[in-house]
């Protein structure tokens, strides 16, 4: 058992009953625990955190909760587009943003009040979006999965984003 506090001796039995005894390995100095040493405010939160993260059940309604009815119809639309694509589809609500994956992810969207951004597994260098409504996010900071932004305010921007949506999924092997 790795850490355990033992001792490793050898020994050796002489033809005239004598015992040779040698250690071989001392007996482990205790260790500190792992948080010895570290600000406790920081690792009580940090515990803090993990708990939250572990029993946290975000569903797909908190994030349209005090959402217009525009945007609530609009990614409601959008949710019924991704679970179309495939049975394999999954929704996989987080707290900032909504995963919809196979293997992997294929989209998040995150639900503002005025507008839902769309972020693709695309490479925007390779697949870029539609003109005027997408950006290359490669190298911004954003929650969940996708380096290309497409925003949606309107259901006919779902109509324009659904084709990229599609190469989307294809891309990750759908």
Known sequence: MMGANIELWTYRLFANGSLYLEEVLQKGVPQSPPDAGKNPIMVEAGKKAAATRATANWTFKKHIEGKSAHIR????????????L??????????????YRTTQNIASVETQQKKVLLFLKLDPKVVPGPPGMSRDVTKIGHFGTGDLEITLKTLEDLEVAKPFIQKAYERIGG
């Open 73 to 84: 119809s609009l990614v409601l639309a959008l949710q019924e587009f991704m679970l179309g």
């Open 86 to 99: 495939d049975p394999s589809v999954e929704e996989a609500p987080k707290k900032y943003y909504v995963a």
